[in-house]
């Protein structure tokens, strides 16, 4: 009798246990997908804003996805965003929006960028896929570029 | 009844080993959030596009609105200020962006930057931090 309900007890404390392990573990794992989908982001528009890309000409190439282009940058210098890499890359956006991810690191998730005025109400460009109201979480990531001598925004939303 | 009360006594033991692994376990894992990178980008973004597209020079001048401008266009989580100095350390031009106060305790990321106006030397710093309960 007393080991029966010794058992009892033990099996019960360990199914209380069991489910507090489980449901901080889905914690955890939900914490380090996001932060992991964060640092992505955030790594990619630095390659964008702080980088010309690789090779840094990469918008003159004529078939500029095609296993030539090794980085994706969109900058002169730091934050001085040329025009040419912009139309360059919305051109691709059809025919290379996987090989762009994957340039960018981004290839596990779904992303959009877009390069907006100061008030954020003008669209100059706007490249990749944006997230629909149920694409589950998203990364938001506002950047400041300069586009023909004036501040904009470089926005980001990265997503999956 | 011995037997029982030893039982107890045993199962007591383990749950709380258990509970006390739980717990230790739980405050070690951090996991690495990027928001303070971003945060320093952003300051940096900020200070760099204000030099470069002139409206530190503006600011310097008199007329701040441009770097207000910019400052009202960061993000709703984050708060940042701008003070531009001159050469013996007197602030000339000082604004933090609206709905947004410095204070005593905050987790900040700064930012400098030099600029030359009208043959004088300028510092111009820059400092950002979460707005309360956006982090």
Redesign the interface.
């Known amino acids: ?3 029966m ?2 058992l009892l ?2 099996s019960f ?2 199914m209380i ?1 069991l489910l ?2 489980n449901s ?1 573990v889905l914690r ?1 794992d939900e ?2 997908a996001q ?1 992991s989908m ?2 992505s982001a ?1 790594l990619a ?2 390659s964008l ?1 702080a980088t010309r890309g690789e090779p840094t000409g990469w918008e003159m190439l004529p078939a500029n996805m095609t296993g030539n282009v090794t980085a994706i940058g969109l900058v002169n210098g ?3 965003l040329n025009p040419q890499k912009l139309s360059a890359l919305v051109a691709d956006n059809a025919t290379a929006y996987s090989t762009i991810k994957a340039r960018l690191g981004l290839q596990l998730y779904d992303f959009g960028l877009s390069v907006e005025d ?3 109400d003008t669209v100059y460009y706007q490249f990749g896929k944006f997230p629909g109201p149920l694409s589950g979480n998203t990364v ?7 586009l023909n ?3 904009v ?1 470089v926005h980001m939303e990265v997503y999956g | 009844m011995k037997g029982f009360v030893i039982t107890l006594d045993a199962v007591i033991a383990i749950s709380f080993f258990l509970f006390a692994i739980i717990i230790i376990t739980s405050q070690l894992y951090q996991p690495r959030s990027p928001n303070d990178l971003y945060l320093k980008e952003l300051t940096l973004d900020t200070i760099t596009v204000l030099v470069k597209t002139g409206g530190i020079d503006q600011a310097i001048e008199g007329n701040i609105s441009s770097v207000q401008e910019v400052l009202q266009a960061t993000p709703d989580l984050a708060c940042m200020g701008i003070t531009i100095y001159n050469s013996t350390g007197d602030v000339v031009a000082s604004t933090v962006k609206s709905g947004c106060n410095y204070t005593v305790g905050l987790d900040m990321q700064a930012a400098a930057a030099s600029e030359r106006f009208n043959q004088e030397n300028f510092m111009v710093q820059s400092e950002s931090w979460f707005k309360a309960g956006s982090d």
């Not at chain 1, 938001?140 to 300069?146: A, P, S, T």
């Open positions: 009798m007393d080991f309900m010794g007890a033990l404390i360990l246990y507090v392990w901080i955890w914490a380090s932060n964060a640092s955030f528009s630095e804003l730091r934050n001085e100061i008030t954020g938001v990531i506002d950047r400041f570029g300069i001598g004036t501040p925004i």
